[in-house]
Nanobody, 124 residues
Framework: QVQLVESGGGLVQAGGSLRLSCAASGRTFSRNAMGWFRRAPGKEREFVSAITWGVVATYYADSVKGRFTISRDNAKNTVYLQMNSLKPEDTAIYYC?????????????????WGQGTQVTVSS
Protein backbone atom coordinates (compact mmCIF):
# COMPACT_ATOMS: atom_id res chain seq x y z
CA GLN A 1 0.00 0.00 0.00
CA VAL A 2 1.08 3.56 -0.71
CA GLN A 3 0.07 6.55 1.38
CA LEU A 4 -0.34 9.73 -0.64
CA VAL A 5 -0.62 13.32 0.53
CA GLU A 6 -1.34 16.13 -1.94
CA SER A 7 -0.49 19.77 -1.41
CA GLY A 8 -0.18 22.98 -3.37
CA GLY A 9 -3.79 23.68 -4.20
CA GLY A 10 -5.36 27.08 -3.74
CA LEU A 11 -7.11 30.01 -5.33
CA VAL A 12 -5.60 31.57 -8.44
CA GLN A 13 -6.77 33.91 -11.15
CA ALA A 14 -7.27 32.72 -14.70
CA GLY A 15 -3.96 32.63 -16.53
CA GLY A 16 -2.04 31.93 -13.35
CA SER A 17 -0.04 28.91 -12.26
CA LEU A 18 0.05 26.39 -9.45
CA ARG A 19 2.26 23.43 -8.70
CA LEU A 20 0.71 20.46 -7.00
CA SER A 21 2.83 17.99 -5.07
CA CYS A 22 2.04 14.48 -3.97
CA ALA A 23 4.28 12.92 -1.33
CA ALA A 24 4.26 9.13 -1.16
CA SER A 25 5.23 6.65 1.51
CA GLY A 26 4.91 2.90 1.82
CA ARG A 27 5.36 0.67 -1.22
CA THR A 28 8.47 1.53 -3.24
CA PHE A 29 7.58 4.79 -4.93
CA SER A 30 10.01 4.35 -7.80
CA ARG A 31 8.11 1.24 -8.92
CA ASN A 32 4.73 2.95 -9.09
CA ALA A 33 3.12 4.72 -11.96
CA MET A 34 1.58 7.93 -10.68
CA GLY A 35 -1.49 9.71 -11.90
CA TRP A 36 -3.43 12.90 -11.33
CA PHE A 37 -7.19 12.97 -11.59
CA ARG A 38 -9.71 15.66 -10.80
CA ARG A 39 -13.35 15.99 -9.90
CA ALA A 40 -15.17 19.23 -10.65
CA PRO A 41 -18.43 20.14 -8.90
CA GLY A 42 -21.29 18.16 -10.34
CA LYS A 43 -19.02 16.17 -12.63
CA GLU A 44 -17.43 12.77 -12.59
CA ARG A 45 -13.79 12.18 -11.82
CA GLU A 46 -11.59 12.56 -14.88
CA PHE A 47 -8.05 11.74 -15.86
CA VAL A 48 -5.59 14.63 -15.97
CA SER A 49 -2.08 13.23 -16.32
CA ALA A 50 0.09 10.20 -15.56
CA ILE A 51 3.73 9.22 -15.49
CA THR A 52 5.18 5.73 -15.68
CA TRP A 53 7.91 4.20 -13.57
CA GLY A 54 11.18 2.93 -15.04
CA VAL A 55 11.53 4.30 -18.53
CA VAL A 56 9.49 7.43 -18.03
CA ALA A 57 6.56 8.21 -20.27
CA THR A 58 3.94 10.86 -19.66
CA TYR A 59 0.28 11.12 -20.61
CA TYR A 60 -2.12 14.06 -20.61
CA ALA A 61 -5.78 14.68 -21.11
CA ASP A 62 -6.43 16.76 -24.21
CA SER A 63 -7.90 19.51 -22.05
CA VAL A 64 -4.60 20.12 -20.25
CA LYS A 65 -2.06 19.21 -22.93
CA GLY A 66 0.44 22.00 -23.42
CA ARG A 67 -0.51 23.67 -20.13
CA PHE A 68 0.21 21.03 -17.47
CA THR A 69 3.44 19.12 -16.89
CA ILE A 70 3.80 16.02 -14.74
CA SER A 71 7.14 15.03 -13.26
CA ARG A 72 8.50 12.83 -10.53
CA ASP A 73 11.44 12.88 -8.14
CA ASN A 74 12.09 9.35 -6.95
CA ALA A 75 14.69 10.56 -4.45
CA LYS A 76 11.98 12.61 -2.75
CA ASN A 77 9.14 10.12 -3.30
CA THR A 78 7.16 12.94 -4.83
CA VAL A 79 5.20 13.54 -8.02
CA TYR A 80 4.41 17.02 -9.24
CA LEU A 81 1.84 18.62 -11.49
CA GLN A 82 2.86 22.01 -12.82
CA MET A 83 -0.26 23.81 -14.00
CA ASN A 84 0.12 26.90 -16.17
CA SER A 85 -2.36 29.08 -18.02
CA LEU A 86 -5.09 27.96 -15.67
CA LYS A 87 -8.70 28.35 -16.70
CA PRO A 88 -11.88 28.50 -14.61
CA GLU A 89 -12.82 25.08 -15.98
CA ASP A 90 -9.74 23.65 -14.25
CA THR A 91 -11.47 24.26 -10.92
CA ALA A 92 -11.74 20.90 -9.17
CA ILE A 93 -10.42 18.72 -6.40
CA TYR A 94 -7.20 17.17 -7.65
CA TYR A 95 -6.22 13.69 -6.53
CA CYS A 96 -3.00 11.80 -7.00
CA UNK A 97 -2.98 8.04 -7.28
CA UNK A 98 -0.46 5.21 -7.42
CA UNK A 99 -0.41 2.05 -9.49
CA UNK A 100 2.09 -0.82 -9.49
CA UNK A 101 1.52 -1.22 -13.23
CA UNK A 102 2.49 0.97 -16.17
CA UNK A 103 -0.50 -0.23 -18.18
CA UNK A 104 -3.80 1.58 -18.66
CA UNK A 105 -2.70 4.38 -16.36
CA UNK A 106 -5.14 6.83 -17.90
CA UNK A 107 -7.91 4.82 -16.27
CA UNK A 108 -8.78 5.34 -12.61
CA UNK A 109 -9.65 1.67 -12.13
CA UNK A 110 -5.98 0.79 -12.58
CA UNK A 111 -4.93 2.66 -9.44
CA UNK A 112 -4.85 1.04 -6.02
CA UNK A 113 -4.04 3.98 -3.78
CA TRP A 114 -5.41 7.50 -3.65
CA GLY A 115 -4.70 10.70 -1.78
CA GLN A 116 -7.30 12.81 -0.04
CA GLY A 117 -7.26 15.52 -2.69
CA THR A 118 -6.39 19.20 -2.86
CA GLN A 119 -8.73 21.95 -3.98
CA VAL A 120 -7.82 24.10 -6.97
CA THR A 121 -10.03 27.10 -7.67
CA VAL A 122 -9.47 29.31 -10.70
CA SER A 123 -11.32 32.61 -10.74
CA SER A 124 -12.25 34.42 -13.93
Amino acid sequence: QVQLVESGGGLVQAGGSLRLSCAASGRTFSRNAMGWFRRAPGKEREFVSAITWGVVATYYADSVKGRFTISRDNAKNTVYLQMNSLKPEDTAIYYCAASPSNYYITQAANYNDWGQGTQVTVSS
